[in-house]
């Protein structure tokens, strides 16, 4: 949710979600976890095995629960975004936002552009609101439905802001060192150019979510660690203010939060760049050579493809570790064909590397042309584009200073 977040929340495919509910909760004591009469999970013994939006989670993949279809039943919430730097690729598209799509239709959902996330590291500063008003345009050019889902800009909500700092309070910093993203950054960028952002940004992300009391957060396989630091806030800020502290103080007691859950997608979790297989599909790439971007014109993608990374192997097949960009452009062709694995591997299984690269930038192109013009239709009617991020923030902030005032009240301060 790596710094596409919400750098990805993100991530689902066409097919159907998977629910995580096996996770390992680092940082959460045995003591802890009976005292606050919650499900015992084992303790991490390494958070630091990705970047990103992640956890510590040890995932067991299963169907997740149907969503509720009564009349008279709340659907379950989802809650995702991507961050608005550098331009929107093939990655975020595949491993987020073309899920977002189907997500809509089954649970309440809000999708937003995390534009406080894109200054933890230096930025142009006349660039990022061109960016965020681009981002918001290619999430509804993509197909997302503002009479299902809530789209709204992060800074234009601010009770994101506001509890983040009160859960600053309850997060110990050692919970913070452990995530492996501020031990990279900071590293390649030098102590002189690391804010203290950099460091705190996934207390940010835990508000992100916790705000709007999801249900589930969509997240990528390298995207875990940040998620599980969620859970743990909230398992710890339960236990520290709520229940009957926080009905002694007027509060209506039990949980504060609802501890939300993983969703992990049975494919295309993540989208490999096109100059390494063992890479993922990055923004902050050097090379714009390594990805395909959603704007990218037809010459410009059959370019790319004609000069990605392949090998010496006959035919094309899936899950050889020894072809990482085979089954990583294979992986992509079947996205864009919404073709089931089986079917790609039969038909491209005899191809040669030209033959197929035709292929896949044909689906390319003709899967993301229909995208890229009703792009151009929004982004050119900013009155509309200003009035669907209205709504959906007027919508996202009556769920979120609902939770804020929750959280004054069981932490004791003096009623506004």
Known sequence: MGRALLSQFLILSNSSPRLSSSLSCGGLGTKYLKRSGVIRYNRATNGDNAAGFRCCCSVSLSQPPAPETSS????????????????????????????????????????????????????????????????????LACGVDTSKASVFVQSH????????????????????????????????????????ALLTYP??????????????????????QHLELTRELAERVNYLYGGRKWKKLGGRGGAIF???????????????????????????APSDQSRINLLDPKDVIANKIKRCKTDSFPGMEFDNPERPECNNLLSIYQLVSSKTKEEVAQECQDMNWGTFKTLLTDALVEHLHPIQVRYEEIISDP??????????????????????????????FLRR
């Open 203 to 224: 207390v940010l992300m835990a508000s992100d979510i916790l705000l709007y009391q999801s249900d589930f957060v969509p997240v990528g396989e390298d995207q875990k």
């Open 383 to 412: 009155a509309y584009l200003d009035g669907v991020l209205a709504e959906g923030a007027e919508k996202a902030a009556a769920i979120a200073d609902a939770t804020v005032n929750n959280v004054y009240q069981a932490m004791g």
């Open 72 to 139: 008279s039943s709340v659907k379950k919430r989802i809650v995702s975004g991507v961050q608005p730097t550098g331009s929107i690729h093939l990655g975020n598209y595949l491993g987020a936002i073309k899920n977002w799509i189907a997500l809509q239709n089954s649970y309440d959902t809000l999708f937003f552009i995390v534009d406080l996330h894109a200054i933890t590291l230096p930025y142009d500063t006349q660039q990022l609101s061109k960016a965020t008003r681009n981002t918001a345009a290619i999430y």
């Open 258 to 284: 609802k501890v939300p859950e993983p969703l992990i997608p049975p494919a295309g979790a993540r989208v490999m760049s096109l100059t390494d297989g063992l890479s993922k599909m990055s923004k902050s």
């Open 157 to 196: 909500v601010r009770a994101h802001v506001e509890l983040m700092w009160l859960l600053s309070s309850a997060t110990p910093i050692g919970w913070l060192n452990r995530m492996i993203q501020f031990k990279e950054k900071s590293r390649k960028a030098g102590d002189e150019n690391v804010g203290v």
